[in-house]
């Protein structure tokens, strides 16, 4: 057997030695930041915090919003009556009387309205009622017209057109007044139409079997043949 060797009573440790020698370091670390501390303000006495304040150089004041009121609430809709349902009782005889000429002879209606005489019915184009529409007497006279009146240069550019003339025609069949209802879209065919639409004579318009004015449109047409 080996013998081991054991530790000999009154042996200092480190340990020990840290605690004896403690006082000694503290005291003199404390002696050190005194003397630190005094030399400082000795050989800078003047230190000081530097400013970092600021001041506005001018102020400016907002101006706020007028007070907004708000209306009061609307008042409650009155809620609808209830709908009450009709009840009717169609008979399935009732017959819808007949309306065509056979059923109703021209001699047995009723005469036209007359004329009141309120308004000139040509100062502008209207609505005028009638049963036969006037019609052209002097076709050949009017087709003369057209070749004559067709402006040359649109003629030989082979450029045509068709402008819709208004005619108010009195009960006698002679033309009263002609104007433009749609252009042809060259303002020289428009202007010939007219000249041929001077020309032309009609037949009166009859409502039913009495001659009466009547504002009419009729197509003038010009085209290259």
Do not use: C
């Amino acid at each position: 057997m080996t013998a081991q060797a054991l530790p000999s009573v009154g042996v200092e440790t480190a340990n020990d030695r840290l605690k004896r020698s403690w006082d000694n370091w503290f005291w003199g670390s404390m002696i050190a930041a005194t003397l630190l501390h005094f030399g400082t303000f000795q050989f800078w006495p003047s230190m000081t915090a530097e400013d970092v304040s600021f001041t506005a150089d001018e102020l400016e004041a907002i101006e706020l919003p007028p007070e907004i009121e708000i209306p009061p609430p609307p008042e409650a809709i009155s809620r609808p009556a209830t709908p009450v349902i009709a009840e009717a009782e169609i008979s399935e005889d009732i017959t819808i009387a007949p309306t065509t000429f056979e059923d109703n002879p021209v001699e047995d209606l009723p005469p036209p309205p007359e004329s009141t005489g309120e308004g000139d019915l040509g100062a502008n184009p209207t609505f005028t009622p009638y049963t036969v529409a006037p019609d052209i007497t002097n076709r050949n006279e009017v087709v003369r017209a057209l070749e004559r009146e067709y402006p040359p240069l649109l003629r030989d550019a082979g450029i045509g057109g068709t402008a819709n003339i208004w005619f108010f025609i009195d009960e006698n069949g002679r033309v009263q007044d002609t104007r433009i209802q749609q252009s042809s879209g060259h303002d020289q065919l428009d202007q010939a139409a007219l000249r041929v639409a001077d020309i032309m004579e009609f037949t009166p318009a009859l409502n039913r079997d009495k001659k009466v004015p009547v504002w009419v449109a009729f197509p003038i047409t010009f085209q290259v043949r």
